[in-house]
């Protein structure tokens, strides 16, 4: 299956990270499974983002699972594990996710 993980780029359009959401329970990543999610999630971050001086990026991961894919995450940084949990598009809280961040855009 293929995941669209979220990235912030630097000034450059280099990726300096995944994108994380700082919520009430701490930092989350949301990976993506749809396009059409991603879109939904994309456009008001980027907006936001913008208003920072931010990019916002993504790559796209051959994963059989989300556990397959925060496991490549973890490959690239060790520390993100510790750090951030993991959720999928599908899941309750990113309806949550996406109007807060289009009310910030």
């Not at 300096?16 to 939904?40: K, P, Q």
Request: net charge negative; proline share 6%; aromatic share 6%.
């Amino acid at each position: 299956m293929r995941y669209t993980v979220p990235l912030l780029l630097d000034e450059k359009g280099e990726p300096a990270g995944v994108l994380s959401v700082n919520t009430s329970a701490g930092m989350v990543v949301i990976i993506f499974s749809s396009s059409i999610r991603w879109e939904a999630f994309a456009n008001p971050v980027a907006r936001a983002l913008a208003k920072k001086g931010q990019r916002l990026g993504s790559a796209e991961v051959d994963a059989p699972s989300i556990e397959a894919v925060v496991s490549r995450l973890a490959k690239m940084d060790p520390t993100i594990t510790n750090d951030a949990t993991f959720v999928l598009d599908t899941m309750p809280m990113f309806s949550d996710v996406v109007r807060f961040l289009q009310s910030e855009a």
